[in-house]
């Protein structure tokens, strides 16, 4: 059986592991835990020699990155997969792809910003972080969902129209992600609220609940993070992502 290598306080992971649930695309869940620095191994290693999830491992086919993943299940199962997740016709799929070759940089780089600056940088570098950082990454994020509701949401239900894609589960799974420390990017925008809604009814409402479950806990991450083996590691990283 195929295997997915995950943890669902990634976002990138909730998307791929929503797409395959909602879809019934059957596959084994291995459990890499981000936080204890799991990604680090040398087991882990010789899956993904950048430390980073998902990947997935097909019989003695491993990839890695979430949209390379998504497109290689919506190809895989073409039978199964419905045309509208990762429409086959030339401009259709030329805006799925605009939109995935748009998000890494913008929606899903801020959201991540906002995400570990709240949760992660206080711990790893053991003081708060600065006000004008904080009001920075928040300003960065607001464009982002700015584009994402002007250019490419628009007047449409979904991102490319009445029917769902992949590109709307990738989206939201990015705005979820500030959420879990209490910035909520959804204030304040119904378009962005109603499209939620019918994304969630899409995939199914507990579906998408229980795929958030771990976001929304994190209460005991600080010690977790604090106590990890690969603690160094993280610290050395983050000095490097925000100096």
Known sequence: MMELYLDLISSPCRAVF????????????????????QQYSSEFGKLNIVAKIP?????????????????????????????HWFPAGLQQRARANEYLSWQHANLRAHCQKVFLLRVRFPV?????????????????????LN????????????????????????????????????????EGRPKLIAWRGRVKEELGEELFDDAHKALMQLSGLPQKLKSSSEFEKFKLRFQRFFN
């Open 147 to 186: 584009l994402l509701e002007e250019k490419f949401l628009q007047n449409k239900q979904l991102i490319l129209g009445d029917k769902i894609s992949v590109a709307d589960v990738v989206a939201v799974v990015e705005i979820m992600q500030p959420p879990g420390t209490g910035v909520d990017g959804f």
């Open 18 to 37: 929503l797409f395959a649930k909602a879809l019934g695309i059957p596959f084994e869940f291995k459990y890499v835990d981000l936080i204890a620095g």
């Open 55 to 83: 990947v997935m491992k097909d019989g003695g086919f491993t990839l890695s990155e979430s949209a390379a993943i998504l497109k290689y299940l919506v190809q895989k199962y073409s039978g199964s997969v419905a045309d």
């Open 124 to 144: 790893i570098m053991g003081f708060e972080v600065p006000e004008e950082t904080m009001d920075a990454a928040l300003e960065n994020m607001k464009q982002s």
